[in-house]
């Protein structure tokens, strides 16, 4: 953790319902650069959607999101305006994310699953993003794995593959879906090791995980979620209770009461 970097990614009064209700509940949080967050929270609370509020897979309701200076806002009942669109287009440009299902193309190797989205969205030449794909497979530990189709892979090396993919596309940050959920537990390690080593290179990264010793271990917030609001946050050791939260009042007015300055 690096407590002089800048804020990367602000959240303002994020607020989605879906049919069944309200879903995310005026959620304002900020993430710094190179930042490791994990989101972790009962099933059903929203942490995928906040997740994918945040690089407007889902657009909000109200509220708005930054990444790396673009904003995208929306006030209640506002119909998405063209501007706000071409905002979620720019804004989707600086986020990588991965899923629990790794949605590689079952009939490219891996190698050309790195390329394919560099070449069609950005126009970029094949040697180039050949260089390119190379380098990010070598980043994932998958040098030698270039020509290997996804079936024939273990399910780490498919995570770390679609890391590798997402990584292609020089974003700012990297948000991750419980990425290793449907893994056998001795292939979680090979696919955290990633993100540690990508927290050493500066990557800025939110992920909904499971994981508790990872989140413990590796991360420099740990964002605590429950029914669709931030109740807490641990930052480094320091755990915070959210002020505007009526059931965490109680538990900040503790902390006070025990001399705690949060
Ligand atoms: N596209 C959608 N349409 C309708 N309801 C949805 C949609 N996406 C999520 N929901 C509902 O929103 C609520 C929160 O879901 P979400 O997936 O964000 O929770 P979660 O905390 O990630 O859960 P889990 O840990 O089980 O994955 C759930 O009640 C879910 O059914």
């Known amino acids: 953790m690096n407590t002089i970097n800048k804020p990367l990614i602000i959240i303002e009064n994020l607020c989605k319902s879906f049919e069944d209700g309200d879903v995310l509940r005026n959620i304002s949080f900020t993430i710094r650069e190179g930042d490791l967050a994990s989101i972790i929270g009962p099933s059903g609370c929203g942490k995928s959607t906040f997740l994918r509020c945040i690089n407007c897979l889902e657009l909000m309701d109200s509220g708005s999101v930054t990444v790396a ?11 998405p305006s063209d501007e706000m669109l071409q905002k979620v287009h720019e804004l989707r440009t600086e986020v990588g994310m991965v899923f629990q299902s790794y949605n590689l193309f079952p009939n490219k190797n891996l190698l050309q699953n790195i390329m394919l989205a560099p070449m069609v969205v950005k126009g970029m030449k094949k040697d180039e993003a050949h260089e390119l794909g190379m380098k990010m497979l070598e980043k994932v530990g998958l040098k030698g794995f270039a020509q290997k189709y996804p ?39 090979e696919v955290l090791q990633v993100m540690k080593d990508l927290d050493a290179e500066g990557m800025t990264q ?25 109740v807490e946050y641990e ?13 965490t009042r109680a538990f900040l007015r503790h902390f006070v009461n025990a001399g705690v300055t949060c």
Do not use: W
């Not at 939110?206 to 931030?230: C, L, N, P, Q």
């Not at 050791?237 to 009526?246: R, S, T, Y």
């Open 69 to 79: 200076g673009v904003t995208v806002s929306r006030k209640p009942g506002e119909v």
């Open 151 to 189: 079936s024939t892979l273990s399910g780490g090396q498919s995570q770390r593959a679609a890391i590798a993919r997402a990584l292609a596309m020089n974003p700012r940050v990297m948000l991750y879906d419980e990425p290793t959920s449907a893994l056998d537990p001795e292939l979680v390690g």
């Open 206 to 230: 939110i992920i909904v995980t499971h994981e508790m010793k990872f989140a413990k271990d590796a991360s420099d917030y740990i964002i605590f979620m429950d029914k669709g609001e931030i």
């Open 235 to 247: 930052d480094g050791d320091i755990l915070f209770a959210n002020p505007k939260n009526d059931r």
